[in-house]
């Protein structure tokens, strides 16, 4: 069966960092563009980062560039994001998903498996 699990998530102080990782299991990342996606409550979601399946290329969200970094290992099947000086507004379930086509955007209808989440919430 093919899965993405997402872990990492927490409770942060703002200012804070955390690492999220996505571990996929019952297939292998290599040929997969991974992206990490974030829906905070009453909005929609929003793509914030995302890397191709060799790690060369990457991108981001305005609203995060700067702070995150999205990286991966694939002897490991695992992708992360690297999350620094984080704010209140960054709060929201993130979403790590897999897209086997040829383009690199944060466009979630591009991504073919999606992993179930992990809350991330930044408050004092």
């Known amino acids: 069966q093919l899965q993405l699990v997402e872990s990492g998530g927490g409770l942060v102080q703002p200012g804070g960092s955390l690492r999220l990782s996505c571990a996929a299991s019952g297939f292998t990342l290599d040929y997969y563009a991974i992206g990490w996606f974030r829906q905070a409550p009453g909005k929609e979601r929003e793509g914030v980062s995302c890397?191709?399946?060799?790690?060369?290329?990457?991108n981001y969200a305005d609203s995060v560039k700067g702070r995150f970094t999205i990286s991966r290992d694939n002897a490991k099947n695992t992708v992360y994001l690297q999350m620094n000086s984080l704010k209140p507004e960054y709060t929201a379930v993130y979403y790590c998903?897999?897209?086997?086509?040829?383009?690199?955007?944060?466009?979630?209808?591009?991504?073919?498996?999606w992993g179930q989440g992990t809350q991330v919430t930044v408050s004092s």
């Open positions: 998903a897999a897209c086997s086509g040829l383009l690199l955007e944060r466009i979630d209808a591009l991504y073919d498996y």
């Open positions: 890397i191709s399946s060799s790690g060369g290329s990457t």
